[in-house]
């Protein structure tokens, strides 16, 4: 297992608390959503779990700073004091000295700007997953000096082989740069080594994909899979349950493609952060569709890169090269 650090120790708190919560509120049904500018949804879970990840880091280390997400704007405002209240009464449950103001306060901390050293969550990636009941997860990363050093995903609906289960309870993963990727259930105490698949065939590897259209070009996408003559039916998934499957060996590839909804660059780095590392540390590859590493040091998006490719690593230079004879693009 990885080193037991006090950052380790909040890492895990905060994601395993951050799963109880959106479990929880999944489960009950009862939470509300508005639409955000970019017409993406946000859940009372999103506002909960940036809140009490941040109030968390503030006992830990009130000096780290917090990269995430979602903006207290919108609870401000009069018409939204229903969401207010209902975010209020979710976080009591874990920080009972919570009111209004330190609410705002808290989520507002992730406001912060990526410096040389951060924190960066998505406190519910995969939100529209979330909400008709598909794949999201829980997802925090530490990133030093543009490195992801260590990261947690909490994946409600995945089981321990990494496979789609609303029954079990979910998965909890771990990496740490250079110590490998770790798993176990989300209410269990004993851990299991990572590693990806051994597939070396293209024409056998399980590909996974964005489910929302927006993300997805799927014209590009179909003339990828008749290059690398992939014959196994694509499995679309919302969130970074896709990097935690690769890391297990569930699936081989993931192909995250620019679209008309998502040009280069234009990729968040809240997306991306905690998977990647677990997907590396477990043998895994993950570059974008050049064959770059990811940058983290551009700010709250990958500026500079277009999409993101990850693979078992055995599959990698075939994915590259399937890319860049279908697009005609240069490494």
Not at 12 to 28: C, D, N, Y
Not at 100 to 120: H, T
Not at 139 to 151: C, P
Request: proline share 4%; hydrophobic share 40%; with cysteine.
């Amino acid at each position: 297992m990885i080193s037991d650090s006090p950052d380790i120790q909040f890492l895990l708190q905060a994601v395993t608390t951050g799963m109880r919560l959106s479990s929880r509120l999944e489960a009950s049904g009862d939470w509300d959503t508005l639409v955000k500018h970019d017409a993406s949804p946000v859940t009372v879970a999103d506002f909960a779990v940036q809140a009490v990840t941040a109030a968390l880091l503030a006992k830990h280390n009130d000096g780290d700073v917090l990269v995430a997400e979602e903006s207290s704007a919108a609870l401000r405002l009069p018409e939204n004091a229903h969401t207010l209240a209902a975010i209020l009464s979710v976080v009591k449950q874990v920080l009972p000295e919570v009111d209004a103001e330190k609410l705002c306060a808290w989520i507002d901390r992730g406001a912060s700007e990526p410096g040389e050293r951060f924190w960066v969550m998505d406190p519910i990636d995969g939100t529209k997953g979330f909400v008709r009941g598909g794949q999201y997860v829980v997802a925090l990363a530490r990133v030093e000096n543009g490195d992801v050093v260590m990261s947690a995903l909490g994946c409600p609906h995945l089981n321990q082989q990494l496979q789609p289960d609303r029954d079990i309870g979910g998965s909890l993963l771990v990496a740490a740069r250079g110590e490998g990727s770790w798993i176990r259930p989300s209410s269990g105490k004993e851990w299991r080594r990572l590693h990806v698949s051994t597939q070396s065939d293209a024409r056998k590897a399980r590909i996974t994909h964005s489910f929302e259209p927006s993300h997805l070009n799927q014209d590009l996408l179909d003339a990828l899979l008749d290059t690398l003559g992939t014959n196994v039916e694509t499995l679309p998934m919302d969130s970074q349950a896709k990097y935690a499957m690769l890391s297990g060996g569930a699936s081989d590839l993931l192909y995250r493609l620019t679209s008309t909804g998502r040009p280069p660059g234009a990729e968040c780095i809240w997306d991306h952060a905690a998977g990647a590392l677990i997907v590396e540390e477990a043998g895994g590859c993950v570059t974008d569709l050049h064959g770059e590493p990811l940058d983290f040091t551009q700010g709250k998006r990958l500026a500079a890169n277009t999409g993101v490719l990850v693979s078992n690593g055995l599959l990698h230079q075939a994915a590259l090269d399937a890319y860049r004879r279908v697009t005609g693009e240069a490494g």
